[in-house]
């Protein structure tokens, strides 16, 4: 096997490592400096804009619905009536960054957070490079916040491929990339997998 071998990037359909809370913000680190960003923004310590720590829904935990257990059978997930699925402490919510609180950020599609992030008010440079990444992949139309579990096996892919793209390795191998995609993705994947190449890296 040549996972595991320095310089080898494997990007396969499996399970994103991380809790079912993991989302395309969280898991490509996109939250960490637009977390930073807001706080910057509000005078208030970074910790309030993550669902996982200080800034979560007392209800809910932070994680936007409760959980029931029905014992013999499947448990229930019902959207949290506190934050109505927000995930964030109300108070928190009245902090802005371009005109919009952390949520509705985490609700916008990559596509459009790659404008948001781009310039102005809320110009967050670190944002914008990881966000070019996942547009890259073809993922411009995935919700920022969209729970991990909820992807495919496709979108799992190429999250992880995005995440691996700035990296210095210079081998990848991707298990069947192109399952489940639009052709017009498919083009787009192949351009970037050509870009690659171009740039010196081994694609298998």
Partial sequence: SVSGREGVVT???GAIK????????????????????????????????????????????????IYTDLGMMAGVATTCEECEGRRYDAS?????LGGL????VLDLP?????????DGEAAVP???????????????????????????GGERQRLKLATHLGEKGGVYVLDEPTTGL?????DQLLGLLDRLVDAGKSVI
């Fill in 11 to 13: 990007v396969d359909q």
């Fill in 92 to 96: 928190v919510l009245e902090y802005r």
């Fill in 18 to 65: 991380g809790s079912r809370r993991s989302n395309p913000a969280t898991y490509t680190g996109l939250l960490e400096p637009v977390r930073k960003a807001f706080a910057k923004a509000s005078g208030v310590k970074p910790a309030l804009f993550s669902a996982n720590s200080e800034g979560a829904c007392p209800a809910c935990n932070g994680a936007g619905v």
């Fill in 182 to 186: 639009h052709l017009a993705d498919v």
């Fill in 101 to 104: 609180d952390i949520s509705e």
């Fill in 110 to 118: 990559v596509a459009e957070a790659l404008g948001f992030f781009a």
């Fill in 126 to 152: 670190a944002a914008h490079t990881i966000l070019g990444h996942l547009a890259d992949v073809g993922l411009g139309y995935l919700r920022l916040g969209q729970p991990a579990p909820t992807l495919s």
